[in-house]
């Protein structure tokens, strides 16, 4: 068991919270998950926004090498 975890008030002898350990984040509960949706939002506007970019290159300025020679057969 985790150290502190076993004695804690917040949490039941089946590990459920509390009615305290509820009303203690109540308060932060609508700001945390603004925040939590904020940034996902970002980070899902930056991989659109990559995977946008990327897929317009077309990758001409890319020089191909020619075909490797083949060795001479005995």
Do not use: C, H
């Not at 502190?4 to 350990?21: E, M």
């Amino acid at each position: 068991m985790a150290a502190g975890f076993g004695s804690s008030s917040y949490y039941d002898r089946r590990f459920r919270q509390s009615p305290a350990l509820i009303r203690a984040r109540r308060p932060y509960l609508f700001k945390n998950a603004m925040v939590g949706t904020v940034a996902a939002a970002f980070a899902l506007g930056v991989y659109a926004y990559t995977i946008n970019v990327i897929g317009q290159d077309e990758f001409e300025d890319v020089k191909v090498p020619d075909a490797p020679s083949q060795p001479a057969k005995k």
